[in-house]
């Protein structure tokens, strides 16, 4: 298939999310869309997917315009998307995922399981997307799952695949795997829209890159010879720092000492299992893995948001293991929790207001009971100017700023209480380039400044510029931290559950 | 140096104009039905093609009749302004005890309940002791009020701290339980008045009564002076106080509010016990006041504590809002009765109206529509999260 986008433009009140873009995807072309978050690259593909409707422009197919009222049509015209949420019922079978909408009938509406598993099974050895049809969706893996996704896209004839960042979720180890299927699937004359924010997963796949940058085309790069200096550039509008700078840790007394810490579900099965850390003053210590292996509950534990099963947690030699959890804050502990819009804002309040969030009731921001607008307001000021938070004003609801602004806010607010310990987790989710190199700098300044600094991400290249030693999580227990430096496809190894020993590993405590 | 209030930023013309034209409308569909039921108007619509102008003469003369009373009812003299004030006065109580929980993100449905303990505590204090100075007594009877209905309040709220029970069911529940008690104490020596079969309570000593300033026709009295404090009380405590910070930011992220170190635990058993001593306040004013019989009966409420829920929504769960609003259904629960008196049209009618507004307001894209409001769809999520709370 060959698609045509022209003169795309989509506004919302306030915002052009897309204007006038032009986009070709040649047939069998993976076609990358590279973009910060914010920059169109979703609105553009709900377009091309009947979610919305454009205000200007026109979809062609194969030299045809089409018109586009729901998703219904867009299948119909032969255009597939995985989205980055995936849309699957949980507790059906991979075969009645795929089928789901057009099931094969046996007699009178009834749902021939054979005829589906069969088909899915065929399909899915044709395209090399190996799964189980039979399987339930809910037990399987975050990578499965997604090929499920891919192969409900197939199965209706998809000859275009919008693929909305699909590493997201995914071990390095399992985006190579989809990586080879995207590849086949080319191979197949099918053509993709690969949608990322990470350069490096473009220069791997894609053949040719478009920039979105505020909605609009900014520039088409070839992936064999554009660097990644000149398409951060292209992204951000400037030249980016990609490689944090800091200088070597000078690691002192022990701050945080976690030992033999455990975490049950409440089903009794161990979250965190039997985990033991020590982050010193003056270094970063980084501890990788794929989502859902306990690093929610380990950091949840050590923050005083919930109370271990087993083992204890000591701040500088003091146990902080039963404190409540504004104790805990307020007695020097820091805390960027992973998601800011449930747990690190009010979105309905002001940007002052969230700044001293955590400090509602403490000088100076209340006496007696009071609130004090005119010290809240002096803080936020001061900290909207040193942190580099770009908003109309201080007053101006939190939520209505982008999610780079938004991280910065609670950057802000917990870095700048004197802190022993930081712990930071997914520092920069959802945050464009400019404010990843602005945040890691301050980590850095933050550990350089005497602080024991604990990371949490699940994005590998993150910890690996940050982190002096680094751990993996796996299914709750924590592999290492072994020092600096390590090669990337070894911690990929041990976060999808490699054996240390044979990866000829030794933890090293401090180095 | 006047400072900037953060939380008073956000534009307030599309959230004022709102319940203002959902007030208009449902008067305006009021009207529709006026003239439905009016015989004139019904006869003349039989041969409407013929003369069309009987028909519609017939029904503006029904609908302005019966609003100009409505209006003149309400506040066309000084005693007609008077009820207004005196009717409004518990639904202000009623409803500060529905809009302070409200911010924290609960719904509270048992102002009916909270508002019975306070009335029947201050009616206990009031014919108990004897011989109390005024000063002494009426702010002793008004004490017991609010320790009641907070008590009756926070039970609630403990069991959703606690337990995770939804405060809708429990408060719904706890009303269904204080009727029956209240009923029940009613016959019971300590309260039940000498020589009476019935239930009801001896009477409260004229030193714990609500003084009233005018005449004998103007009943309007101190309980009006106490619901307006409560007002700014409340004002003060969600605005200004870290109590309130707390009280909002509960109410608008739970999650954020316990990663900031606040306790959702406490706020929630706190507001809801504000909430209990409001409506307990709103009660004492009905036995205390004026407008009451001067004794604690079975039925002093008459559902004031239900109609707090509405007054709390149409005043946007604001101090100041639930004011006007109460002000608003004082006023044509008092002009209704001189519009059935004077009219013959049932004051049923406002219940019609009441509930219009409510629909209205619950579903503000309806009016936005109407008048192609730019929609900020606040209220309409608000309430949505009182109940998924």
């Known amino acids: 298939m060959r698609l045509e986008l022209k003169g795309i433009t989509k506004r919302f009140p306030g915002v052009i999310a897309n204007d006038h873009v032009d986009l070709v995807v040649e047939p069998g072309e993976v076609h990358g869309l590279l973009g910060e978050n914010g920059a169109g690259k979703s609105t553009l593909m709900n377009i091309l997917y009947g979610l919305y409707h454009a205000d200007e422009g026109e979809i062609l197919i194969d030299g045809e315009p089409v018109s586009f009222t729901g998703p219904g049509d ?72 997604q090929r499920v996704e891919i192969l409900k896209a197939l199965y209706r004839d998809a000859s275009l695949l919008i693929l909305d960042e699909p590493t997201a ?25 690969f949608i990322s924010h990470k350069l490096r997963e473009h220069r791997s796949l894609a053949d040719r890159i478009s920039v979105l940058r505020r909605g609009r085309i900014v520039g088409t790069a070839d992936p064999r010879t554009a660097s990644d200096d000149m398409l951060a550039e292209l992204m951000v509008g400037r030249p980016v720092d990609l490689v944090v700078s800091k200088g070597t840790a000078a690691p002192s007394e022990p701050v945080l000492q976690v030992t033999s810490l455990t975490v049950l579900d409440a089903a009794g099965q161990p979250r965190v299992d039997d985990v033991s850390l020590t982050v010193h003053r003056g270094e970063i210590v980084g501890i990788a893995g794929v989502e859902g292996n306990g690093q929610t509950e380990l950091v949840r534990a050590i923050t005083g948001l919930q109370k271990p099963t087993t083992g204890t947690v000591d701040m500088l030699g003091r146990d902080i293991t039963s404190m409540s959890r504004r104790e805990v804050l307020r007695s020097g502990v820091g805390h960027v929790p992973e998601d800011r819009t449930t747990e690190g804002l009010v979105g309905e309040f002001s940007v002052a207001e969230n700044l001293m969030l955590d400090l509602w009731n403490a000088e100076p921001f209340a006496a007696h009971g009071v609130l004090r607008f005119d010290a809240i307001a002096a803080h936020a000021q001061e900290e909207a100017l040193s942190f580099d938070i770009r908003t109309p004003d201080v007053h101006t609801r939190v939520s209505t700023l982008s999610g780079g602004n938004q991280q910065k806010v609670v950057v802000a607010r917990e870095f700048s209480r004197e802190n022993d310990l930081l712990v930071c987790s997914q520092p920069t989710r959802g945050v464009d380039v400019g404010s990843i190199e602005y945040i890691h700098a301050r980590i850095v300044a933050q550990r350089d400044n005497g602080a024991a600094v604990l990371i949490v991400s699940s994005e590998l290249d993150e910890v690996l510029a940050l982190a002096d030693r680094v751990a993996v999580l796996y299914r709750g227990q924590l592999r290492g931290p072994y020092a600096m430096p390590l090669a990337k496809d070894v911690v990929g190894q041990l976060m999808a559950g490699g054996d240390p020993a044979e990866l000829e590993l030794s933890p090293q405590e401090t180095r | 140096m006047t400072t900037p209030v953060p939380t008073r930023r956000t534009p307030l013309r599309p959230e004022l104009l709102t319940p203002v034209l959902a007030v208009l409308v449902a008067l305006a569909l009021g009207a529709v039905l006026v003239a439905v039921a009016d015989e004139d108007t019904v006869s003349a619509l039989g041969y409407f093609t013929s003369r069309p102008m009987d028909t519609l003469s017939a029904a503006w003369d029904a609908v302005s009749s019966a609003y100009a009373a409505l209006f003149s009812g309400a506040l066309g003299s000084s005693v007609a302004l008077s009820e207004t004030l005196v009717t409004a006065t518990p639904l202000i109580l009623a409803g500060l005890a529905v809009a302070v929980p409200f911010r924290a993100g609960l719904f509270n449905i048992g102002g009916e309940g909270q508002l019975l303990a306070g009335g029947a505590a201050a009616g206990f204090v009031g014919f108990t002791f004897h011989g109390l100075p005024l000063l002494v007594h009426l702010p002793l009877a008004l004490l017991a009020a609010l320790v009641a209905g907070g008590l009756v309040g926070a039970v609630p709220g403990v069991l959703k701290a606690r337990t995770g029970a939804h405060e809708v069911i429990t408060t719904i529940m706890i009303n269904n339980i204080m009727g029956p008690v209240l009923l029940a104490l009613l016959v019971t020596s300590l309260f039940q008045a000498p020589g009476r079969s019935d239930p009801i309570s001896r009477s409260v000593a004229s030193t714990a009564r609500m003084p009233s300033p005018a005449g004998s026709d103007i009943r309007v009295d101190l309980g009006l002076l106490v619901a307006l404090l409560a007002a700014v009380a409340v004002w003060w405590l969600i605005e200004r106080s870290t109590l309130g910070f707390q009280i909002r930011a509960v109410g608008a992220n739970a999650t954020a509010a316990v990663t900031a170190g606040m306790s959702a635990t406490r706020t929630t058993v706190l507001s809801m016990a504000i909430a209990g001593g409001l409506a307990g306040l709103g009660g004492a004013g009905m036995v205390l006041g004026a407008s009451g019989q001067g004794a604690v009966t079975s039925s002093f409420s008459s559902g004031v504590g239900f109609d707090g829920i509405t007054v709390a929504l149409l005043g946007r769960g604001k101090a100041g809002g639930t004011v006007a609003a109460g002000l608003v259904f004082g006023a044509l629960r008092a002009g209704g009765l001189r519009m059935q008196a004077r009219t013959g049209t049932p004051v049923d009618l406002i219940v019609v109206i009441q509930a219009l507004v409510i629909l209205f307001i619950a579903a503000p894209r309806v009016i936005q529509s109407l008048f192609r409001i730019r929609a900020n769809g606040s209220m309409g999520t608000t309430v949505a999260k009182g109940w998924g709370a």
Do not use: C, W
């Open chain 1, 74 to 145: 867009a299948i119909a015209a032969g255009i597939g998307m995985v989205h980055q949420h995936f849309q699957l019922v949980g507790n059906f079978s991979v075969a009645e995922n795929v089928v789901l909408g057009a099931e094969p009938m046996r007699g009178a509406g009834r749902y021939d399981r054979r005829a589906a598993e069969a088909a899915v099974a065929e399909l899915s050895v044709r395209h090399g997307l190996p799964v189980d049809p039979a399987a339930i969706v809910e037990e399987l893996p975050v990578g499965i799952q």
């Open chain 1, 169 to 193: 979720v995914l071990t390095p180890q399992e985006a190579d795997d989809l990586f080879v299927a995207v590849k086949g699937l080319q191979e197949a004359g099918r053509s993709i829209v």
